[in-house]
């Protein structure tokens, strides 16, 4: 059985920092494309930022220099470390595994930026 666990959100204020980890399990991570999604109440859901099984990484539009991603094939953890943040990043955060024939989501993890 595939299950993508985030965790990692939480509380944060305007300007603060955080990280988010994705831990895999029942897949080989290293197989896989692996990226990071939001999507807010009544919207579609939006890329954040990929990862390549080769490195290779890209970010949604205004989110590249805020935002990394990274991943540990050995620890079969996809990280997305998140700097200063701003109230508008608030919504929910999905981890997702993709390959040529596989994709799988997570459950979310909840991110209020507030003052």
């Known amino acids: 059985q595939v299950q993508l666990v985030e965790s990692g959100g939480g509380l944060v204020q305007p300007g603060g920092s955080l990280r988010l980890s994705c831990a895999a399990s029942?897949?080989?991570?290293?197989?896989?494309?692996m990226g990071w999604y939001r999507q807010a109440p009544g919207t579609q859901r939006e890329l954040v930022a990929v990862?390549?099984?080769?490195?290779?990484?890209n970010y949604g539009d205004s989110l590249k220099g805020r935002f990394t991603i990274s991943r540990d094939n050995a620890k079969n953890t996809v990280y997305l470390q998140m700097n200063s943040l701003k109230p508008e990043d608030t919504t929910v955060y999905y981890c997702?595994?993709?390959?040529?024939?596989?994709?799988?989501w997570g459950q979310g993890t909840r991110l209020p930026v507030s003052a």
């Open positions: 997702n595994a993709k390959s040529s024939f596989r994709s799988y």
């Open positions: 029942g897949i080989i991570l290293s197989m896989y494309a």
């Open positions: 990862i390549t099984s080769g490195g290779s990484t």
